[in-house]
Structure formats: C-alpha cells, structure tokens
C-alpha cells in the first residue's frame, strides 16, 4: 500500500509535469515525458533518489534532447533502429534544472509530512513552465542544436559536438571542434585512436 507521501508525489507528476506537458505533445512514461519532433526529441525526466523512503522522498528534474544521428553513433551496438521512446541517458545534451534554472546549483525538492504542498507544486510549475519548456521552444530543430553548440557552458561529453557537427555535414565547425579536442591532453593520452576514427570518419584534417 501506498504511503501518503508517495501518493502526494504521483499528484505531483500529474499536476506539475503531465497537465502542462501532455497538451504539447509529450508522451507519459513512467516518470518520463517524450516529445518526437522532425529533427529531434526532447525528454523530461523526473528523477527519484535512491536513498527515498515511504516517508520521504527526494528527486530532481532532468531534461535531455536526443539526437537520432548521435544515438546511431554512440548507443547503437547491436545494429538497432532508433528507438520510439528513448531514455534520457541517451541523449545527446542533457541538462538538470540546476542549470537552467538555479544558476547551476544542483537542485533537489524534498517531500516528506512536513513539505508545504501549495509552495512546492507553485515552484515545480514555474520550473515546467517558465525554464523547461520554453528551453525546449529554442531546442526544436538541427539549427537551434548547432546554435546551442556554440555555448560552451552546456556540459557534454567529450565527442558529441564533434559527432553532431560531423552528422549534421558542419564540417568547419567539426574540424574546429577536431582542432579543441586535440589540445586536451586528457583526449590525446586516453582516446587518441577515437579522435582518430572520427578525423577520418568526417574526412577532417590536421
């Protein structure tokens, strides 16, 4: 059976994220929320943390934009077709509502018998609202994700600009990427034969 506390976080993924969110497009599973664009994909993830009880539950808000061309390159092992509804891990720009919102701080909400209901589902809301959905307004096509690109405070792993310039035929901006990825010493000691795939995969030069 249920505690109070987890069934006031099921209302809360209704009210806060499945109300706002289905009427745009995003489809309900789980605790995730998919959009399929033309380009792209865009995810909302609601994350529990592990340490969770019956009584108390702790969780954040991730978002993700999946890429098709990055997916086929990066996850893709076993000669799979893109997926209908990926997972957020598996996208190629993943970004928690610290950085969108709180200035980069990570960002956990808290509910437990003492939570005020009213002031956290105001605060969840403004979140969807207010910072999640119109940063997926600005991430909805292959020109908003090369745009994104250029800001270099978006966290992301090691080759995905390379891969998605490459995918994407921005063959300049790849090889300027090419050219950054060179410089890191931690790319050239550790991953040197995959910058190398890559240089020769997009045709690139030294």
């Known amino acids: 059976m249920k505690s109070e506390i987890e069934q006031e976080f099921e209302t809360i993924i209704k009210n806060c994220f499945q109300t706002v969110l289905k009427p745009l497009g995003f489809k309900k599973k789980g605790n995730n929320f998919y959009r399929k664009l033309q380009d792209l994909g865009q995810i909302v993830n609601v994350q529990k943390s592990k340490f969770n009880s019956k009584e108390h539950i702790s969780f954040t808000i991730n978002t993700g934009l999946f890429i098709p061309e990055f997916w086929l390159i990066f996850y893709n092992y076993q000669g799979k077709s893109v997926p209908d509804y990926p997972t957020e891990p598996e996208c190629a720009i993943r970004q928690r509502i610290g950085k969108l919102k709180y200035n980069n701080l990570d960002k956990w909400f808290e509910i437990d018998n003492n939570s005020d209901f009213s002031k956290l589902n105001h605060e969840l809301n403004d979140s969807v609202v207010n910072f999640i959905i119109p940063y997926f307004e600005k991430t909805k096509t292959k020109n908003?994700?090369?745009?994104?690109?250029?800001?270099?405070?978006?966290g992301l792993e090691k080759f995905t600009r390379l891969v998605i310039f490459g995918e994407y035929n921005e063959l300049i901006k790849a090889q300027q990427e090419y050219e950054n990825l060179k410089q890191d010493k931690y790319i050239f000691n550790n991953h040197k034969s995959t910058l190398k795939e890559y240089k020769e995969k997009y045709n690139l030069k030294d």
């Open 144 to 154: 908003n994700i090369i745009q994104l690109l250029q800001d270099k405070s978006v």
